[in-house]
């Protein structure tokens, strides 16, 4: 089991949850008037909620944070499971696949509760230890990563660190 301290210290080496959040603060900025669906917000520490990128987006129409516990007091929602249809601009999953067992159901449904021209905002893990077992399931690559979202119009891929050397991947695929 990994300690909180031992967490903070992986995310300050691998530096992935810095270089995630600088890019979602530029999806941010064209959010106005937009449909924010969060997957995986995370429980509350110190009084706020420490994954979630809500406070990001203060010009969207409605910001909706889920995750599968339903203890951290957001909308539950297994993406394996969901069925809306065109219904948000923006969906933003970080740090959430590498632990949903069937991703290609998953990211299906996504595809379909984008709006025309929306996007999914994906970021994994790639060199990382295992974490919150045993639902850690999967490291996908890029090559993985453009399989996956093969259905989206356009999608762009960015490592962490080095592409031969990547700590993740942060993905942007539009609709």
């Not at 909180?4 to 959010?31: F, P």
């Not at 996908?140 to 990563?145: I, M």
Request: glycine content about 6%; some cysteine.
């Amino acid at each position: 089991m990994i300690t909180n301290i031992a967490k903070s210290a992986l995310h300050t080496l691998s530096g992935n949850r810095k270089m995630y959040y600088k890019k979602v603060q530029e999806l941010a900025n064209d959010a106005n008037g937009k449909v924010v669906l969060e997957i995986g917000s995370g429980k509350q520490v110190k009084g706020n909620y420490s994954y979630s990128t809500h406070h990001l987006f203060a010009d969207a129409k409605k910001f909706i944070k889920t995750d599968v516990n339903p203890e951290f007091g957001h909308r539950v929602l297994d993406i394996t499971q969901m069925n809306d249809k065109s219904k948000y601009d923006i969906i933003l999953c970080l740090n959430v696949l590498e632990h949903v067992y069937d991703f290609q159901l998953a990211v299906d449904n996504l595809h379909k509760a984008l709006k025309h021209d929306g996007k999914l905002v994906v970021a994994v893990p790639f060199t990382f230890p295992l974490h919150d077992e045993p639902g850690d399931y999967w490291r996908f690559t890029e090559h993985s990563l453009r399989k996956m979202l093969g259905n989206f119009s356009s999608t762009d891929i960015t490592p962490q660190r080095s592409r031969r050397w990547p700590t993740g991947y942060f993905a942007v695929a539009t609709k």
